[in-house]
């Protein structure tokens, strides 16, 4: 069952302390784009089934990547779509959309999206996984 919208992003917004919820939807937006091009099949498919619709539609529409993005350059890309932004806030806009993500997704689902995707990741989720 999707979360809606509201409930999504207010906690995004709790998550990021921002100021309004649509700083929270911008990098909500920003991180399910780069997000989707990470994700295949039925990986990517069982997530945007679990999101509110526009977000689903962002995951299966995402901005395209030549090659899967380190944690690291992920933050950067992020910092770079969201105008005014520095790494360290980046940062912050990857965790608050990337935890409320893993919420919705579920422990199942969550290790079949972090399977797909370069190590270090569990920690942009907010979800640290044993060695």
Do not use: C
């Amino acid at each position: 069952m999707a979360l809606r919208r509201e409930a999504f992003l207010d906690h995004v917004k709790e998550r990021g302390e921002y100021g309004t919820v649509e700083e929270a939807e911008r990098a909500t937006r920003v991180v399910l784009a780069l997000l989707g091009a990470h994700l295949v099949g039925e990986v990517r498919a069982q997530l945007a089934a679990r999101l509110p619709e526009d977000f689903a539609l962002i995951l299966l529409n995402p901005l395209q990547s030549a090659e899967p993005l380190s944690p690291e350059r992920f933050v950067r890309a992020t910092a770079a779509w969201i105008e005014g932004a520095t790494e360290q806030t980046a940062a912050w806009d990857v965790s608050a959309a990337l935890s409320t993500v893993a919420d919705t997704a579920g422990d199942d689902l969550l290790k079949e999206i972090l399977l797909q995707l370069p190590a270090g990741y569990d920690l942009l989720f907010g979800r640290p996984q044993p060695i």
